[in-house]
């Protein structure tokens, strides 16, 4: 497995800020990928952390909005701009390790954040 | 198509019963179906996973039983307990496409409560 941390767990921010989310694996990884998840629901994917180039983003979600860097192959952080109360959710880092048969995918702890 | 559906949205099972969650897909191209354990204020956890060549996969009380012509599969939890409370989601991937990363789509999720 992926032993995957993330700083900071939660933050309170009011709204026009930005905060930098920061994704730690202990060991190299193939893919990253960065979630929202609402309380009681789902992940939805944001994009996949492309290692020394732009990240992939999903419908709905823009890079300036959610900037995203990846300098290396453990290391990842998701920049939350402009925040807006609607931001408000669990953010969470994921990574995937090939073991043979599978890519199996692994997730950090999450951050909560809320925005005023 | 490329939806997966899970049921029941919530389940409440008896310690020592048996928990059953089902989920059902479109996409025939999908060939990994991993199941995610989550416990409020973390993140999700692999549990199991099955490929399609196979109709049953068994980990300690965890199995998923997998229909291919259906396209459907279920975790099955044995002699349930209390330590199993937490959300379950079903997943599922095409991992011979690369264009995918891999990516996850994922069920709604069930929220399993055992009752002592």
């Known amino acids: 497995s992926a032993v995957i941390s993330q700083k900071p767990s939660r933050d309170i921010c009011q709204r026009g800020t930005s905060l930098t989310i920061q994704c730690q694996v202990d060991s190299q990884v193939t893919m990253m990928f960065w979630y929202r998840q609402q309380p009681g629901q789902s992940l939805t994917l944001i994009a996949t952390?492309?290692?020394?180039?732009?990240?992939?983003?999903e419908s709905g979600f823009v890079i300036d909005k959610f900037p995203i860097s990846r300098p290396n192959l453990t290391f990842s952080t998701l920049t939350v701009s402009n925040m807006s109360p609607e931001d408000s959710s669990i953010y969470l880092c994921?990574?995937?390790?090939?073991?043979?048969?599978?890519?199996?995918?692994?997730f950090g702890p999450g951050t909560r954040l809320t925005v005023t | 198509q490329q939806q997966v559906k899970q049921s029941p949205q919530s389940l409440i099972v008896q310690k020592g019963g048996i928990s059953i969650i089902n989920c059902a897909y479109e996409n025939t191209a999908f060939d990994y179906f991993p199941w995610y354990q989550q416990f409020p204020g973390k993140g999700p956890a692999l549990l199991i996973a099955?490929?399609?060549d196979v109709s049953e996969k068994k980990e300690g009380r965890f199995t998923i039983s997998f229909n291919k012509s259906a396209k459907q599969f279920s975790l099955h939890i044995m002699d349930s307990q209390p330590g199993d409370s937490a959300t379950y989601f079903c997943a599922a991937t095409h991992r011979g496409d690369m264009d995918s990363n891999y990516q996850l789509i994922w069920g709604a999720g069930t929220k399993l409560i055992i009752k002592p």
């Open positions: 099955i490929r399609p």
């Open positions: 994921s990574a995937t390790r090939n073991t043979g048969a599978y890519d199996e995918q692994y």
């Open positions: 952390a492309n290692q020394g180039s732009e990240a992939t983003y």
